[in-house]
């Protein structure tokens, strides 16, 4: 065991903007802090120290109304809205190759098997950011809610077109943890401390009964929940939320040595970050932070700042958003071996977070 260390925190070195770059962005001062933790699941082990410089993180997570200006600035079109290429699909069943993205579906019947997510993810046909329940639905009421049903490829190019970038896993928990080391949620040691809901997550027993204790269903407006010790909102809950590092099933051990902690580490590389329990899939998955609307204490509890999930770079659904960062100084590449993201398309439907 490492011997804990105080967090240490750097302050903002002179010429550094008090105000940040950009409208809505949150100065997160960096240094050296313990990611990941060892009281849950295997893939946040182990606790190890790790350093990242500072940098600018968006307050919120980017809204409906914010992807909407970018898609009215650059005609982009998201990977939810693009029909498969059969192409790209050899062996797909030819019904499913059409527009679509996962929506949430409370079963109508019990489950008895909670590994089963297709129970509760529908592969909607229609689904998009414009309409995030379905073909019929549409953002009204939604505006200041986190734009879902965004690939990893919509998210980049958003930061690229607002002059950002996705952060790094290291980043993103560094941000979340709001200045506490080594609590286990984003703003201290309880879930809902004296009854108080902090972020928007599942109350009840998952799928079925949605409690609504925190007064939402689905997604909640960004500054709905109180923010964290760096002001920053809904890092913890409301939608998952895209970084740039490939998944690997667990971290790295620490480095003993203070001279030896990773600064701005990375994670693995692309090649270790594919699904190992489908082999014949090969779309390389990124890593989610902050768990969503959809973690719920009997069956994920995943709204703490050290959680993380495996998503597939071309998945959609209705609990994954994003937010960005902009950094002094460029970033080095994701993991060893990291290659360019190849538009690879799944067999039948996308894989999906087992969330
Ligand atoms: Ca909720
Ligand atoms: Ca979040
Ligand atoms: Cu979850």
Request: glycine share 8%; net charge neutral.
């Amino acid at each position: 065991m490492t011997k804990l260390d105080a967090v240490t925190l750097t302050r903002p070195p002179d010429g550094v903007p008090k105000s940040s770059p950009h409208p809505d962005m949150v100065w997160i001062p960096g240094g050296t802090f313990r990611m990941g933790s060892d009281k849950h699941y295997a893939e946040e082990a182990p606790v190890h120290r790790a350093t990242v410089d500072a940098f600018w993180i968006d307050r919120t997570p980017v809204t409906n109304r914010q992807f909407r200006e970018f898609v009215r600035a650059t005609g982009h079109v998201t990977f939810a809205e693009i029909v498969p290429d059969a192409k790209d699909y050899p062996g797909a069943l030819p019904n499913m190759l059409r527009a679509a993205s996962l929506v949430f579906s409370p079963p109508k019947h019990p489950i008895d098997d909670l590994c089963d997510w297709s129970q509760w993810w529908t592969f909607k046909f229609g689904a998009n950011w414009r309409r995030p329940y379905g073909p019929r639905s549409t953002l009204s009421g939604l505006n200041d809610h986190p734009v879902v049903h965004v690939a990893y490829s919509d998210a980049l190019a958003y930061a690229k077109w607002a002059g950002k970038d996705l952060p790094t896993e290291a980043e993103w928990e560094f941000a979340a943890r709001g200045g506490l080391d080594s609590a286990e949620f984003g703003w201290g040691d309880e879930l809902a401390p004296g009854g108080k809901p902090m972020a928007n997550t599942w109350q009840g027993a998952f799928p079925r009964e949605n409690l609504k204790l925190d007064g939402y269903e689905r997604t909640s407006p960004v500054t709905a929940f109180p923010p964290n010790g760096y002001g920053i909102y809904d890092m913890i809950g409301n939608v998952w939320e895209w970084t740039s590092d490939w998944y690997s099933a667990g971290h790295e051990a620490d480095a003993g040595k203070a001279c030896c902690i990773p600064v701005n580490p990375r994670g693995g590389g692309e090649d270790a970050s594919y699904d190992p329990c489908q082999p014949e899939i090969r779309i390389p998955r990124k890593v989610l932070k902050g768990g969503s609307h959809l973690c719920a204490p009997n069956y994920c509890r995943r709204y703490r700042p050290a959680a993380r999930h495996p998503e597939p770079v071309d998945t959609s659904t209705s609990h994954v958003g994003f937010r960005c960062v902009v950094r002094q100084a460029s970033m080095p590449p994701a993991g060893r071996g990291h290659r360019a993201v190849a538009r690879r398309i799944p067999q039948r439907m996308p894989q999906i977070a087992l969330i």
